[in-house]
């Protein structure tokens, strides 16, 4: 899944989360979550998951320290049924030893490419010797022709989030061409349905969003669904029109700063023009 910095990064990690903890409680199997550096795997482990499971019944003791012979399991989780790993892309060679039944990767299209090749690839091949294995993949996208999320984003279903119009009620993906708003006045932004044409305001967002659906742009490709989400969707006050209006405004006049609202803003991948 694709997602920008308005809705990505907090849900992400929460859903990602929420799957580690689904799968001890209910499912014990081998799990891998890969994320970019060593950092990011501490981070993961104990400012998101060991949170949730001190706090939640159904994780009682599951995830409890196993130190062996003062080995640091900090990363390393065993229970019964199934253990967890949460393992830095950096360091590739720390996949071999093991497999998974579930790899969860995060923030893929911020992993390097080592000299053992894409990490991601590597993780995937851990997975192999599962029949009903699941990889989930999310990132916000990063730069055309290198970005890894958006490859695999390329080869999936591609689904989309549409919202209905409250007009028409057709519906339609929320996209930056469609925002509008008057010449040096950014609170009057609103959003053109692309079917009929109507303009309707920040205030009624949530009613469309509510009844939002996905929709798959390839829905002959199986077994590989691929989701994006941009933040002209987000609920959260820092993402409304008017203040996403602001932000391309501040940046449209630097090529490093557009870039940053094309990838965390708009959940699309940048093309170098530099040429």
Not at 28 to 39: G, M, N, Q, R
Not at 73 to 84: A, E, M, W
Not at 99 to 112: I, N, P, Q, R, Y
Not at 240 to 260: M, Q, T
Request: hydrophobic fraction near 40%.
């Amino acid at each position: 899944f694709c997602l920008s910095r308005g809705l990505g990064d907090v849900y992400k990690r929460q859903l990602l989360v929420a799957a580690v903890a689904a799968y001890a409680a209910n499912d014990p199997s081998p799990i891998i979550v890969l994320v970019p550096t060593e950092a990011d795997a501490r981070n993961f482990m104990v400012h998101h998951l060991e949170p949730v499971a001190e706090v939640t019944p159904a994780l009682s003791g599951i995830f409890a320290d196993d130190n062996v012979a003062g080995r640091n399991t900090i990363l390393q989780k065993r229970y019964p049924g199934g253990s967890l790993k949460v393992i830095s892309a950096r360091a590739p060679r720390n996949l071999r030893a093991h497999t998974a039944k579930v790899l969860l990767a995060d923030e893929v299209s911020g992993m390097d490419i080592t000299a053992e090749g894409n990490p991601l690839l590597l993780a995937e091949k851990r997975t192999l010797s599962y029949p009903d294995r699941k990889i989930v993949c999310g990132s916000t996208p990063t730069t055309e022709d290198i970005c890894l999320i958006s490859k695999q984003y390329a080869e999936s279903d591609r689904r989309v989030f549409e919202v209905q119009c409250v007009e028409c009620h057709d519906r339609a993906e929320i996209v930056w061409k469609d925002i509008r708003w008057d010449d040096r006045n950014p609170d009057s932004a609103a959003w053109a349905c692309p079917n009929c044409g109507c303009i309707v305001p920040e205030t009624r967002k949530a009613d469309m969003v509510a009844a939002g659906k996905w929709r798959a742009t390839r829905p002959e490709v199986q077994d590989h669904a691929g989701f994006k989400l941009s933040a002209l969707v987000s609920l959260m006050p820092n993402a409304s029109w008017p203040n996403l209006v602001r932000e391309f405004l501040a940046a449209k006049g630097n090529a490093d700063n557009l870039r940053v609202f094309v990838n965390t803003v708009l959940a699309e991948t940048w093309r170098d023009q530099s040429g």
